[in-house]
């Protein structure tokens, strides 16, 4: 017999990374359905998903509707402030200098990304922009949560995209070789 009463048994937490992570997963195959760059995220305030979007560059026909960029202006909605320094933002893939530009500006406090970006990425993976010291804001950076994942789904996206090439097929604008990764880690190295 437990000696433990109703109000002292721990509680189930499903506020952890991997599971905002795995929302930004279930967003990014949304966005490969959508014939874009697979790619989610999710912005969370107090345990709480407050913002969700995924990649809609072709749909939108518009270079800045990167799922990270959209997600900002939904948190910013939500939170009714351009601020957003009590936020976090989990993504797939590691963020462009574009995003992570937007995402030190609107003073998110961490960023929580997937897979790193070494040709493009912007929160260490080729710059660091995240946690540059001459801008006023940096962000807590959490790499690699459910990595081979998110490097599985852009992988499979971008192969897809060479099979309908080879078979002069339409195929996704944008897509071309993956390089193979440089690490014993899965990276995502660019399309």
Known sequence: MSD???ESEPSLIITSDDHFMREALRLA??????DEVPIGAVIVHEQRV???SWNQVETL???TAHAEMLALTQAQSAMEDWRLSECDLYV???PCPMCAGAIVHCRVRRVIFGCPDV???AAGGFWNLLQ???????CEITPGILNDECVGILKEFFAEARRRKAAGLPHKKGAASIDPPS????IFDGP
């Open 183 to 186: 690490s014993d880690l899965p």
């Open 50 to 52: 407050i913002a969700r």
């Open 61 to 63: 026909k518009d270079a």
């Open 132 to 138: 540059a010291p001459n801008l006023n804001h940096r």
């Open 29 to 34: 195959r949304k966005a490969a359905r959508l």
């Open 92 to 94: 797939t893939k590691e």
């Open 119 to 121: 040709k493009g990425g």
């Open 4 to 6: 433990l009463s109703p």
